[in-house]
């Protein structure tokens, strides 16, 4: 499966936005680019996915790039409950995926 | 039921005993998979499911690990003779549609299992 490069950790401070990178450059025409978080103690929790455009939804956006070789998912107001793992994978259907150890994000109050 | 549901959520278990966790998805999600979780690393993929056939096992870390789905519902994974080098999260996930990945997976809150 198509790999993905994230960065071990960010931090934001409280009700900044937040740019979390995604690198894939191996991506493939019919992988889409999805992104889940992990809060601690918990099982992964969807956020977010797509294709080739940008996607909104009630807890994030995502920007992928013209070239879908790199991807951003944007909390527009941070808050201590963002606090998390986040993960950026790349799904074609017939599944064999596996997470990386993702972005820890610390949220400053 | 509005979730996937895991059972038992905690397991400690003597090292050589076997053990079964089970996994109740989403009702009508048709693909089914099993992840596994060390302390402090990502996900490692196990073996995924549609309906009820496995056609790729080879996720599986030995052949002391197996699973099995009935119905197109609940799945059972089991781990003979326990090793300590078993010990972690073990979380199950269930989407819409194996074929489409046009689906997000919904993740279980997994079972943590202690080898001792």
């Known amino acids: 499966d198509a790999k993905t490069t994230q960065p071990n950790s960010m931090e934001s401070n409280e009700e900044e936005p937040v740019h979390l990178p995604c690198n894939h450059s191996?991506?493939?025409?019919?992988?889409?680019i999805h992104w889940y978080r992990q809060l601690p103690s918990q099982g992964p929790e969807y956020v977010i996915h797509?294709?080739?455009s940008n996607v909104n939804n009630r807890m994030a956006s995502l920007a992928i790039a013209e070239d879908r070789k790199s991807s951003t998912l944007i909390l527009h107001r941070a808050t201590l409950r963002d606090a998390a793992v986040y993960y950026c994978i790349l799904r074609d259907g017939y599944q064999k995926v596996t997470f990386g150890t993702g972005t820890k994000l610390q949220v400053i109050p | 039921g509005a979730g996937v549901s895991q059972s038992p959520s905690n397991k400690v278990t003597e090292k050589g005993k076997d053990v079964e966790l089970r996994c109740d998805p989403i009702s009508g999600h048709t693909a089914l998979y099993w992840y596994r979780q060390s302390l402090g690393q990502g996900l490692e993929f196990l073996i995924y499911f549609q309906g009820n056939s496995a056609p790729d096992k080879s996720g599986l870390p030995s052949d002391r690990f197996s699973a099995e789905r009935t119905g197109g519902s609940v799945s059972t994974l089991t781990i003979q003779r326990t090793q300590q080098e078993d010990s972690a999260v073990y979380l199950c996930?269930?989407?819409?549609?194996?074929?489409?990945?046009?689906?997000?997976?919904?993740f279980g809150s997994g079972t943590r299992l202690t080898v001792v």
């Open positions: 191996t991506i493939s025409g019919t992988d889409y």
């Open positions: 797509g294709l080739t």
């Open positions: 996930a269930s989407s819409l549609s194996l074929a489409s990945a046009n689906y997000g997976y919904t």
